[in-house]
């Protein structure tokens, strides 16, 4: 019938369909319903394909599909509004499934860092490990690291992992750095060394750069055209850095951001000795670096107790302060800025308080208090906040409401959060990789569980469920219960026998 119809009647007029096509391209959901009600070639007009095509692709649906890929898009976005809304209700009322990515032989976690689902850890045995949460990888494949001189004495700790899409990184105890490609295999393709202890390392969420500081020293490495790894920079820095990122989406050399106690620097190849912030008697507590902006966390004391403790947001392109939020007599411990919706962050401080900030109105969206020490780790999207603390608690709010959803709680301080919107991964990691009286020697494996450290994985889709969770004998099949199971399906049916 669409074929057929070479001209759509609009009131008094006939206007041709593409022509008529044009005009409803302009209406919402709500209004195509309406007009596909009014006649049968409205209808037909209403539910054109390019119309609920366009309509998916501007609520954020199926962006990499193409008109083609689906017969009804319209049934296409009421299936993608349905399960957005059941995942929306499952984080609400923790409905899922949560599982460990545990590690046997029993070496302490030293650190873990996430991308897309994909996790690396690396731990005290000097392992480095991976598991992909979206298929259930949970093999864990070893990345395999560069053989010391001579291969003697116990390989070294592992100090920082980091990971993205395409590449891996690894920093040791003993300043060596391992560089694996996830598309080749586990042998290492870069190799480098530092003469010192690593205080920092950093890895370009969408590139290949990797940066690395050591003593007073920060290098960044990366591959040139034909792919052999070369040094693109070393800068050399008046004080230990604490904090380093890089900038990502930057064509050209890579661009790097470093704290180093109360100077932030802005290392770029041509303009090397770039500072972007420097007060004495104002050391950075926090920094977070997204495409164009840099944020982080100041800490006043001595003569300057009057100023309250604030966290700065510079503009990357300009190096001017934009603005400064929070008022706060605490440190700021954590802050998230590149994965926060557009004009918001979110930070995390020692007074147990996550406050969200609206940079466009320099003033606290959002703050809620609930944690028992300080906050060490958070993220938010555009109506949740997940948050980890000291003490060892995750809990997440509900950035509107300003209200608590719900919360878990593991022996160690959380150092990682990471969620999409169907998954979360939690790590909580030791402060003390090497505790008092766990083992005899200093190769035996059998470390008490309670001092290793955990990475939780919750699954909130409810299609696919961790092969390592519970057993589907001992998941309820029941829509009510007589009983609370935490809603995460830890719970035999309550039948009456």
């Not at 820095?237 to 704290?259: E, M």
């Not at 696919?464 to 049916?493: F, H, K, M, W």
Request: charged share 20%; with cysteine.
């Amino acid at each position: 019938l669409q074929n057929e119809i070479n001209e759509v009647p609009f009131f008094d007029v006939q206007l041709p369909y593409e022509l008529a096509l044009k005009i409803f391209q302009y209406l919402g959901k709500a209004e195509l319903g309406r007009c596909a009600q009014v006649s049968r070639t409205w209808k037909i007009l209403a539910e054109d394909e390019v119309l609920w095509y366009r309509l998916c692709q501007e609520e954020g649906y199926l962006l990499d599909m193409s008109i083609s890929d689906h017969s009804c898009w319209k049934l296409a976005l009421k299936n993608c509004r349905a399960r957005e809304h059941m995942l929306k209700t499952n984080w609400k009322n923790r409905v899922g499934s949560v599982s460990q990515l545990r590690y046997e032989p029993g070496r302490v976690l030293c650190d873990i860092h996430c991308c897309d689902g994909v996790v690396m850890a690396g731990y005290t045995s000097g392992e480095v490990r991976l598991w992909d949460t979206r298929t259930w990888d949970c093999t864990a494949p070893v990345l395999a690291a560069v053989a010391g001189p001579g291969g003697a004495g116990a390989p070294p700790h592992v100090c920082f992992v980091r990971i993205n899409s395409s590449l891996a990184v690894a920093a040791y105890e003993d300043g060596t750095v391992s560089v694996w490609s996830l598309l080749l295999g586990q042998e290492p393709i870069h190799h480098f060394q530092h003469n010192q202890r690593i205080q920092a390392l950093a890895l370009a969420p969408g590139g290949s750069a990797v940066a690395t500081a050591s003593g007073f020293q920060v290098k960044v490495e990366s591959p040139d055209d034909k792919g052999f790894w070369q040094t693109s920079g070393t800068f050399e820095i008046q004080k230990l850095v604490n904090f380093l990122n890089l900038v990502p989406d930057v064509t050209g050399s890579p661009v790097a951001v470093a704290a180093a106690e109360d100077i932030v620097y802005l290392l770029k190849a041509e303009d090397p000795g770039r500072v972007l912030h420097s007060v004495y008697g104002q050391p950075v507590t926090c920094l977070d670096v997204s495409a164009h902006q840099a944020a982080f966390g100041i800490k006043t004391f001595g003569w300057l107790l009057n100023e309250p403790n604030q966290i700065l947001l510079y503009n990357l392109e300009t190096n001017q302060c934009v603005t400064k939020v929070g008022n706060s007599i605490s440190d700021f411990s954590c802050v998230n800025l590149h994965s926060s919706p557009p004009n918001m962050l979110v930070a995390g401080n020692k007074d147990r308080r996550v406050r969200v900030f609206d940079v466009r109105q320099g003033a606290a969206a959002c703050s809620v208090l609930g944690h028992q020490l300080g906050v060490s780790a958070v993220q938010m999207d555009e109506w949740k906040v997940v948050s980890g603390g000291e003490e060892g608690l995750v809990c997440v709010w509900d950035q509107r409401m300003g209200t608590k959803l719900w919360e878990m709680h593991a022996r160690h301080p959380v150092r990682h959060v990471w969620f999409n919107s169907h998954s979360l991964i939690t790590a909580n990691i030791p402060e003390e990789k090497n505790p008092r009286g766990s083992s005899i020697t200093e190769d035996d494996p059998s470390l008490h569980r309670k001092y290793r450290g955990v990475i939780y994985c919750y699954e909130f889709s409810g299609e696919q469920l961790p092969v390592d969770s519970v057993l589907p004998i001992c998941r309820s099949s029941y829509d009510e219960l007589t009983g609370y199971n935490y809603n995460i399906g830890l719970a035999v049916p309550y039948d009456t026998i």
